[in-house]
């Protein structure tokens, strides 16, 4: 019997795509559930027998409405009710998998309270069931730091931009670790440059997966 470890899924930079168009900007939460009903029979020798229906699905999006920005989820639900359309959704953009949907679209609510942003939540029919695509294990990218550089005391904190930081688990300066660092995106590390020598140090980010190799230079003066 083997033991089985934990990831803990935490829904974070998620990627939800209906048709050709990304929305996950307008959208606070989306779970899809699966729905069974039982099957008895029973016999008149007081025998029976039970068993579970195919699960069908269906998916529950809450999201903003946005009446006014053309193709936006408010606009794109009304104008395409009843039709099917492929859909994709990624809990966690940096890593895990993604799970893959035929989507039978229907509106969402028009309207609501004053004074208070307008929310609505759409349930919407799957054809089948969602089909689990394996995320692709990818190493960070390090494509921009700012400030490009400071003083040999360190301190200075450093906004780092790239791809793939989600589950850092550790950001250097050459050789140097960070004195600390927040992951604020998957694009996005914010590290405290450490005291260092004078000299051009590659700033690097570490992930489950290996060492950026793409990276960017933070000078010591």
């Excluded at 020798?45 to 936006?72: E, H, K, L, M, P």
């Excluded at 949907?101 to 799957?126: Q, R, S």
Aim: glycine share 12%; charged share 10%.
């Amino acid at each position: 019997m083997s033991v089985i470890n934990l990831a803990p899924l935490v829904i974070k930079d998620a990627v939800l795509q209906i048709g050709a168009d990304q929305f996950e900007k307008a959208v606070s939460n989306v779970t899809f559930t699966p729905s069974a009903n039982a099957v008895t029979w029973a016999g008149i020798g007081g025998n029976s027998f039970t068993d579970t229906s195919v699960a069908t699905w269906q998916v529950s999006i809450s999201y903003v409405q946005d009446w006014d920005t053309a193709g936006s989820l408010s606009q794109y639900l009304f104008a395409n009710e009843g039709a099917t359309v492929a859909g994709v959704f990624r809990p966690r953009s940096g890593s895990g998998p993604s799970f893959s949907v035929n989507l039978a679209l229907t509106p969402g609510a028009i309207g609501g309270a004053g004074n208070a942003t307008a929310e609505a939540t759409v349930t919407l029919g799957l054809t089948g069931k969602p089909v689990i695509v394996p995320g692709t294990p990818v190493i960070p990218t390090v494509t921009g730091i700012t400030p490009t550089g400071g003083g040999a005391a360190g301190g200075i904190q450093v906004k780092i931009t790239g791809t793939k930081f989600t589950g850092a688990t550790s950001v250097k300066f050459a050789s140097t670790p960070a004195t600390s660092f927040m992951v604020d995106s998957d694009s996005v590390i914010y590290a405290v440059a450490p005291a260092a020598s004078i000299g051009v140090k590659a700033v690097t980010v570490t992930n489950a997966t290996g060492i950026s190799t793409v990276t960017t230079n933070y000078t010591v003066i």
